[in-house]
């Protein structure tokens, strides 16, 4: 491993200050337009002329003594890993923190060339059969072991097909992928901490009627949405829980007992004016002993093909605890002492703070009204969608329509909730533009060490070089390590990142593998199938016909194919199996055939194939697509393909 780096003497310190304050408060209207106005209203004004660029550029300062530095000198490693959603890209990248280094990306709902994600058998059978040709993800979270990352798993929602996948972290390779019936749109997603995951919990954010098989299309009262347990082992959805309004971010506490999701649509409203009538929505408490004793008794139904246990916990039910707060609340996240969770207002400049323990007592029946259960509602700014956490009291909130970020005091923000004279203010920052999710560095579990906040804003407008109409994201790194946040970094994503986890390298850093094993069950269904065809991958390269079906068996060492060419008739099912004997680190191969739509990569230990149909006769060349070796132009071969 490598040694600490000593970061004191790079330079950063980008100024606090982003800029004139007219162009702040001109983003502050037209995201104010945006956000209430009519859903048709766009951005209108938002563009600047691009000749007012000076005040944008970043005003680097050197870094006092004591302040952390966003300098990673060549050579040294990250000390954070921090695993970016990839939004409408469908992916999961790893970015080095706090370098803010791209690391690698990791293919996850989405069709990628370069690893053959969708194009190999091993990931199609990760992806199904008729994969979709993307997905949404927003949410990555790492499955926990009483409160702590326990290096196991991540796992991330897909909103665009209702699904939901895992990935592993010792190869960092997505493994599984669950399709959630009876919703639609799984966005919250979070993973169950104690005593460990366990649930990964999942809302379904639409509400769609019951099957929803073309009935009651015109009967918006009767549409409905669920939020569904998945079992973090085996993946499969273990209960569901149909509810009343619709279900936007989720959370779980610090002790196991309870999941908790926001609802903006409490009206069951069908379009945005009907959203934003009443001034209250909620959160729902799920009590998950009792669910699970429901779904021992038998208590539930199942809607449909779907075997999933469907309870019933609209109001009224034994096991959900509605607390209704203001106004179409956004996030919701648990404090890592493990007493509170803060729910974050959106169209209300509150966040609402929630006692676990006098959840507990609620639904113990020692107390009457679920807004007893509330301890303080800071007052914060405008539009508050999400909160992290610095293990030292503080929450930081992101101020979406204010462009900013406010740090306060939970504890003093109780006392003021219970009228003593406190400001719970601690600071606000400027970021630029528009924050959606901040994220702290292992702010979500019992270690938040306090270090580094990322604010992961949705607008970047005159931060970097234009790119075009489409601009990139702006994920700005934060210290947060002493009294007064400092903005030290700025960084363009593409979108939409959403949020991210950012752990400790200690964590992972001797879990993931540098070589595959030769009994990883991610590729084991390709290595029997050799083995019934009497075939060590390890050490044969041979072609063996089935009839119409051919399977080319053969071995890849750095600079050379274990076959030079084959042959196959037109109209045969090819399957290509390559398996890397170069037992290198960092040796990877890749197995391409021109004009045949397939490529794929093996990594020092793997093994991968292809199946495909030979529909055009002549010489196609195949050929190495990662560098491998000073000869690695010539590592080719040819595939014969008989008229
Ligand atoms: S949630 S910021 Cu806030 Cu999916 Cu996107
Ligand atoms: Cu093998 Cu390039
Ligand atoms: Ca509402």
């Known amino acids: 491993m490598h040694d600490e780096s000593s970061n004191k003497s790079g330079q950063s310190g980008q100024s606090v200050e982003p800029g004139n304050p007219a162009r702040r408060n001109f983003m502050k209207t037209s995201a104010l337009a945006s956000l209430a106005g009519a859903a048709g209203l766009a951005l209108a004004g938002c563009g600047r002329k691009g000749d007012q660029v000076g005040t944008a550029g970043p005003a680097k300062a050197a870094a006092a003594a004591g302040e952390l530095s966003d300098h990673v000198p060549p050579g040294q490693l990250d000390e954070y890993y921090g695993f970016w959603s990839g939004g409408q890209s469908g992916e999961v990248r790893i970015v080095g923190v706090p370098s803010m280094r791209e690391l690698m990306r990791i293919p996850v709902f989405n069709p990628d060339f370069t690893i053959g994600w969708g194009v190999t058998n091993e990931s199609k059978r990760v992806l199904g059969p008729n994969f979709p040709p993307g997905g949404d993800c927003h949410h990555p979270h790492m499955s926990q072991t009483d409160g702590h990352y326990d290096g196991r798993y991540i796992f991330i929602n897909d909103k665009a097909h209702t699904r939901v996948a895992r990935i592993r972290c010792d190869v960092m390779r997505t493994d599984r992928i669950t399709d959630v019936p009876n919703v639609q749109a799984i966005h919250g997603l979070r993973v169950q901490r104690a005593p460990r995951t366990g649930y990964v919990f999942a809302n379904g954010e639409f509400l769609i009627p019951a099957p929803n098989d073309g009935r009651d299309l015109d009967d918006p009262k009767k549409y409905q949405t669920m939020f569904s347990a998945l079992d973090g082992d085996t993946m499969e959805v273990a209960w569901q829980v149909l509810v009343d309004g619709n279900l936007d971010n989720t959370e779980a506490d610090y002790a196991g007992k309870y999941a908790i999701s926001t609802c903006y649509n409490s009206e069951g409203g069908m379009d945005l004016p009907s959203t934003m009538q009443?001034?209250?929505?909620?959160?729902?408490v799920f009590d998950i002993a009792r669910i699970e004793a429901a779904v021992k008794k038998g208590d539930f139904k199942t809607i449909g093909s779907s075997k999933v246990p469907v309870l019933d916990g609209r109001h009224g039910s034994s096991f959900t605890l509605y607390i209704p707060i203001p106004k179409n609340p956004h996030g919701i996240n648990a404090s890592p002492d493990g007493k509170y969770v803060v729910a974050n207002g959106k169209l209300s400049p509150t966040v609402t703070v929630m006692e676990w323990s006098r959840i507990d007592d609620w639904f113990a029946g020692k107390l009457k009204d679920p807004r007893d259960t509330v301890v303080a509602e800071p007052e914060l700014g405008l539009g508050p969608l999400h909160t992290a956490y610095d293990g030292r009291g503080n929450g930081y909130t992101?101020?979406?329509?204010?462009?900013?970020?406010?740090?306060?005091?939970?504890?003093?923000?109780?006392?003021?909730?219970?009228?003593?004279?406190?400001?719970?203010?601690?600071?606000?920052?400027?970021?630029?533009?528009?924050?959606?999710?901040?994220?702290?560095?292992?702010?979500?579990?019992?270690?938040?060490?306090?270090?580094?906040?990322?604010?992961?804003?949705?607008f970047s407008k005159d931060r970097f070089l234009p790119t075009g109409p489409l601009h990139p994201d702006n994920d700005q790194l934060i210290d947060i390590s002493g009294e007064t946040m400092k903005l030290v970094a700025d960084g363009p994503v593409y979108a939409e990142p959403h949020d991210v986890i950012l752990l400790h390298r200690r964590l992972l850093i001797d879990k993931v593998k540098k070589s595959w094993e030769r009994d990883d069950p991610f590729f084991a269904e390709t290595v029997a199938m050799a083995k019934r065809h009497d075939i060590n991958v390890l050490a044969d390269s041979k072609v063996i016909r089935e009839g119409r079906k051919v399977f080319v068996y053969m071995t890849s060492a750095a600079p050379i194919f274990g076959l030079g060419s084959f042959k196959v008739k037109k109209g045969d099912e090819v399957t290509v199996v390559v398996t890397n004997i170069d037992a290198v680190e960092d040796v990877s191969h890749g197995f391409c055939i021109t004009n045949y739509g397939i490529n794929m990569e093996i990594s020092p230990g793997a093994t991968a194939s292809a199946t495909f149909t030979a529909d055009k006769a002549g010489v196609f060349w195949y050929y190495c697509t990662f560098f491998c070796h000073a000869m690695h132009m010539e590592m080719s071969g040819r595939m014969l393909v008989e008229a």
Not at 278 to 284: L, S
Not at 419 to 427: D, E, F, I, P, S
């Open 278 to 284: 009443a001034e209250r929505d909620w959160v729902v």
């Open 398 to 458: 992101t101020l979406f329509i204010d462009s900013q970020i406010a740090k306060w005091n939970i504890e003093d923000a109780i006392a003021a909730h219970g009228g003593k004279k406190v400001n719970y203010l601690r600071q606000k920052i400027d970021v630029a533009y528009q924050p959606g999710h901040c994220h702290s560095s292992m702010g979500e579990t019992r270690d938040a060490d306090g270090k580094w906040l990322v604010s992961l804003n949705k």
